[in-house]
């Protein structure tokens, strides 16, 4: 006789609720038979997933899956971000560059008297003549505008400003404001000495 209880079942493949009944029938039926192995009798501990088991799964999963379509989807819409970053840099780049090769005070006699706007833009002569101008869409020297570009708007400011030994008056500060479609802003500043 065995020291742990026999088990019967090789005979059934199957592990079904009728297999279990037979199996606890032999038990106390026939003492004597030849002990199995769990694993020969099919009642060993199954390897499975109880059903409360597999929902805490999905509702797991689920979360998860929500956490990491979530973050993709702010990716996605924050990829646009620095495209109109970089656009807006370009643009006040552009203009700061574009101011600081006029002259530092206008000419005299003869210099641009005005009026100072986008439209007459072709005809600044110095860095003092861009102090106030606004952009609304982003144009070349001539007035044509860029395409691709109807969005975005700059300000200039020109003032008196000292940097390391030039003093004040002999020193301009441009700052350069450009407004993305979105409504974020970037300013670039440079200065433009009397030289």
């Known amino acids: ?3 742990n209880p026999c088990r019967v079942g090789a005979a059934w493949a199957k592990r079904s609720v009728t297999h279990i009944v037979a199996v606890r029938w032999a038990r106390r039926a026939l003492p004597n038979l030849r002990c199995l192995t769990p694993e020969e009798d099919g009642l060993a501990k199954e390897a499975g997933f109880s059903l409360i088991e597999a929902i805490l799964f999905i509702v797991v999963v689920s979360v998860a899956l929500a956490a990491v379509l979530q973050a993709f989807n702010q990716a996605a819409v924050a990829s646009a971000d ?8 370009a643009i006040a780049q552009s203009l700061l560059d574009e101011i600081s090769f006029k002259a530092f005070s206008p000419p005299s006699p003869g210099g641009f008297a005005g009026p100072y706007n986008a439209a007459t833009r072709s005809q600044f002569d110095a860095v ?3 102090n106030g ?4 869409g982003i144009s070349d020297l001539s007035g044509t ?5 109807a969005g975005y708007t700059a300000r200039i400011s020109v003032a008196a400003a000292a ?4 003093p004040a008056a002999a020193g301009w ?3 350069v404001t450009v407004t993305d479609p979105a409504g ?3 300013a670039l500043d440079g200065y433009r000495a009397n030289y």
Do not use: K
């Open 1 to 3: 006789m065995c020291t």
């Open 82 to 89: 620095p495209v109109l970053r970089r656009q807006s840099l």
């Open 163 to 166: 940097f390391g030994s030039v």
């Open 173 to 175: 500060r441009i700052t």
């Open 133 to 136: 101008l606004t952009l609304n």
């Open 145 to 149: 505008a860029l395409a691709g570009l």
């Open 184 to 186: 974020r802003q970037i």
């Open 128 to 130: 003092p003549d861009y």
